[in-house]
């Protein structure tokens, strides 16, 4: 008998009353920066004209070593943004979890990017689910900076840990303005409830950057909680280019090492032990890739010349010149495999939490089986894979999604 079809629409939801206004919570506000100077005068303008009590607002910018004056310009036009002063860039997650461990009395912590402006109802609709009781986390519809396309309408994962932003580069429409519940809270713009963000110890502060709010929603679906998708929260995004200031091999590291992390911490054993042989596979084949390695290359004897005539010597196959970035995928496979006791312990400490089985998230990954590279050899590769391994009947009949997403 064939698995039962999923649909999207079994995600959705229906929320309650708005929240009054003497019963919002007071919120801690997290907001990083690092030489993000151009961008603080439109995120803090509109988080000053919040429709949100002032007296339980506690906003904090934590700075990660900026040195283009983002501290000076902070206590000078915002005053009344309490600010942490890191000596260097400690990354996004550890810095994050800073800045919540410093909040004052507040019931819920948001994490906002510096290169967003919110709407004023921002707060206050993104705070609604969690003050009634009907999930631990939310995050915002995401809209570019002109509003002409949607960043993020929620989020899902691949079976290897890679993200997925339901309706990026979209149009805005009717699906999007849906409340659903979803995998994960971008990090970018969230909340969480500081009882459930303690307990789960806050981001995982070993990814540094990269895929952090991934594990941390999974985490929390995992710990037996439920995080939503809130479409009246809305902000917009104008895409930060802080990335593009460290070589593009340091980024990749943590962007390939983070979803193999993700996946060895989350799943199950049995599932886990199905999962992992494929993803590991995934990533020698991205490496390959990366390197500009052709399938039909001259190490394989049968498209290599035996003897060079003139020399009466074999020929050599000419080196290939790998790429940085593909050299960074190799060190992040060897990273996570070479440190297995230290990921081991951590895989430990997340299902010592778990309360609900595997099964009952995975539909919130919305496309499982998303093959992120595309080609046919990669095509048929995971295709077969995933067979031998069983994953197309784990994730039987929940591709939720009826094109390939963005990420």
Known sequence: MSAPRHSLSDLYVVPGAPVPTESLPKVAVVILNYNGRHHLERCFDSLAALDYPRERLDVILVDNGSEDGSVEDMRSRWPWVRLIVNPR??????????????????????????????????????????????????????????????DSAGGGMNFHGIGIQYGYGDAPGAEHDVPRRTLFACGGAMAIDVRVFDALGGFDRDY???????????????????????PTSVCWHHHSSTSKRFPPETVRLIQIRNPLLTIIKNYDDENLRKVLPVALGVAIRRMLMTAHIPDQHPYFIYFSKAVD???ARPVAAPNPDITREAVADLIAVH??????PHWMQRRAEVQAARRRPDHEIFRLFLQPLWNVEGDPTSIEMVDGLASFFGLDRMFAGLDLMDRDPQH
């Not at 800073?98 to 510096?114: E, K, P, T, W, Y």
């Not at 206050?124 to 002109?146: N, Q």
């Not at 990269?210 to 939503?228: C, K, M, N, P, S």
Request: proline share 3%; glycine share 8%.
């Open 335 to 340: 990273e996570v495999l070479a440190r297995w």
């Open 89 to 150: 860039n400690y990354g996004f997650a550890p810095a994050c979890n800073q800045g919540a461990a410093n909040r004052r009395d507040a019931s819920i912590v948001a994490f906002l990017n510096n290169d967003m402006r919110v709407d004023p109802a921002w707060l206050r609709e993104l705070v609604g689910p969690i003050v009634r009781g009907e999930a631990a986390a939310t995050t915002s519809k995401m809209l570019s900076w002109d509003g002409s396309r949607i």
């Open 208 to 230: 540094f950057a990269y895929y952090e709010d991934v594990d941390l929603g999974w985490r929390t679906w995992l710990a037996g909680h439920e995080v939503r998708y809130v």
């Open 309 to 311: 005539r003139d020399a």
